[in-house]
C-alpha cells in the first residue's frame, strides 16, 4: 500500500491564504456578531421574563400556541425554527406546568396536537404583555430606522 502524501499548495496559493489568514479579524466576522448579540439578547430575556421561569424557546413555543390555539408538534417545529429533539423537551416541560395539553390528531392518530391550557393563555397573555421591552432594550443602541433595517436584514438571511 502506497502512501499518498498531501497535496502541497502552489506558493501563489499559499501566499494568499497566508494574506487571507492576516486579515482576519474575528470581531469583523458575522458569526461572532451574531453570537455576541444573540447573548446580549438572551441575558435581557432572562432579565425581563425573569418571574416567569420560561427560557426563549418556551416562550416561542407559548407565543405560537397562542398565536394558533392548536398546532401539531411537527408543525410548531418549523414555526419556531427549532429541532425536534428540543422541541420535544420544551413541549415536556411546559406540559409538567400545565400550560400545554397534547392531544392525539383526530385527523391522525400518529400525530399529536397540542393547544393551551387556560393555565397557559393566562400565563402567554402576562409573559407577551413584558415580551415586547426584550426587543426595545436589545434594541436600544440603534436608531428606529436602523433597528428596522436589522430586523429586515435578519429575517432575509435567517
Do not use: W
Not at 502541497?8 to 474575528?26: F, I, M
Not at 414555526?79 to 395539553?101: C, E, F, H
Not at 397540542?114 to 432594550?137: D, F, N, W, Y
Amino acid at each position: 500500500m502506497t502512501r499518498m502524501r498531501p497535496r502541497r499548495k502552489p506558493p501563489a496559493e499559499a501566499a494568499a491564504a497566508l494574506h487571507r489568514a492576516a486579515g482576519y479579524v474575528l470581531e469583523d466576522q458575522i458569526g461572532y456578531a451574531l453570537r455576541c448579540a444573540h447573548q446580549r439578547a438572551t441575558e435581557i430575556f432572562n432579565a425581563v421574563m425573569a418571574e416567569f421561569a420560561v427560557t426563549p424557546t418556551q416562550f416561542a413555543a407559548l407565543a405560537k400556541l397562542d398565536d394558533l390555539q392548536a398546532v401539531s408538534q411537527n408543525q410548531l417545529v418549523r414555526l419556531t425554527a427549532m429541532d425536534p429533539a428540543t422541541i420535544s423537551g420544551v413541549i415536556g416541560r411546559l406540559v409538567a406546568r400545565g400550560y400545554v395539553r397534547p392531544s392525539p390528531d383526530p385527523k391522525d392518530a400518529r400525530a399529536v396536537v397540542l393547544r393551551l391550557t387556560p393555565q397557559g393563555r393566562a400565563a402567554i397573555t402576562a409573559m407577551k404583555g413584558a415580551a415586547a421591552e426584550v426587543s426595545r432594550r436589545t434594541l436600544a443602541p440603534l436608531t428606529a430606522g436602523e433597528a428596522a433595517a436589522l430586523v429586515k436584514a435578519l429575517a432575509k438571511i435567517g
